[in-house]
């Protein structure tokens, strides 16, 4: 298990989950947190699906003005630009002193695709906010989730806020469902495959926006395509020893582009860190979260897998 000790006199990461079972239920606590916040001069964000958005702010009144307020199902629509573009970005403008956030990344309406770039969020913002400043409330819906989602809740959150009461997990293990969603990723047997080294970077990438454009990208969606495609190519060939295999194909609604190398990708928060200032480098998969709408990555002995999701 993992040391789930927060720190002395309130420093430190504070990350609990709120497992609630009714609408008013979920506005009491999100609205205390909130308050709770502000009455102490801490500054405080809200990320949550709009419908949910819409009743906190309700909730809190003239507060919400004092409040930082997203709607999660657009800035967290790819959960792998949650922790860079959404928690750290609010807590990193706020260095001194504590900063409260609720984080609601996980909604009844999120896809099985989507949930396991899910559950590897929620997991690693503990490695991201470490010995940090800043509390972050999760909410679920504990009648609408999957048991398996909140069973997950457990293992991530070191405290469970459950049936009226707080308390420390006692299955708190993160690195466990951060490995478990781990899970090796196959391309679509109809996919358009392109097997590239270092000559080919260009005519890779014009592959990958013919394919993506044969299969309905257009305009800015094509654009964001063909910068990921570029990026992801690129570091194959400068980290994944030289070489790679793009494919391409339809899922879903949605246009799907995989890049495999040999390479092995030994940082969990690679892609999630903000660059440091005047950081030459280093932006390239934080590029491909900012820009598509799901990524899922696979990474162990045999190579890298990097599949992006794009809408049409």
Do not use: K
Not at 178 to 189: F, G, I, Q
């Amino acid at each position: 298990m993992v040391d789930a000790s927060q720190g002395v006199d309130g420093l430190g990461l504070l990350h609990p989950a709120l497992l609630y079972r009714t609408e008013q239920e979920y506005v009491d606590r999100t609205v205390s947190f909130v308050q709770e916040g502000l009455d102490v001069g801490e500054p405080v964000a809200v990320a949550v699906p709009g419908p949910h958005l819409e009743l906190i702010a309700v909730g809190l009144g003239a507060d919400a003005r004092g409040v930082r307020l997203l709607d999660m199902a657009e800035a967290g629509r790819n959960p792998g630009r949650i922790i860079p573009t959404v928690l750290r970005a609010f807590a990193d403008a706020h260095p001194r002193g504590r900063v409260r956030i609720i984080g609601e990344p996980v909604w009844a309406g999120r896809s099985a695709v989507e949930y396991p770039a899910c559950a590897q969020h929620e997991a690693l913002i503990n490695a991201a906010f470490e010995g940090r400043s800043v509390t972050i409330l999760c909410p679920y819906d504990a009648t609408r989730l999957d048991e398996r989602v909140l069973a997950d809740a457990r293992i991530t959150h070191p405290t469970v806020i459950a049936d009226g009461a707080e308390r420390a997990s006692d299955v708190y293990d993160w690195p466990s469902v951060l490995a478990r969603y781990n899970e090796a990723l196959v391309p679509a047997p109809d996919a358009a495959v392109f097997s590239f080294g270092p000559d080919d970077l260009f005519a890779v990438r014009a592959f990958a926006v013919g394919q993506a454009g044969r299969l309905g990208l257009a305009g800015q969606r094509l654009a964001d395509a063909e910068l990921a495609a570029a990026e992801l190519t690129t570091n194959s060939v400068v980290h994944g020893d030289g070489r790679g295999t793009l494919a391409v194909w339809a899922e879903a609604g949605q246009v799907v582009c995989e890049v495999r190398d040999a390479g092995r990708l030994a940082d969990p928060l690679a892609g999630r860190r903000t660059p440091a200032r005047g950081q030459i480098g280093g932006r390239g998969l934080l590029l491909v979260h900012c820009v598509t709408d799901l990524v899922r990555l696979h990474t162990g002995d045999d190579g890298t897998t990097v599949r992006f999701y794009i809408g049409r």
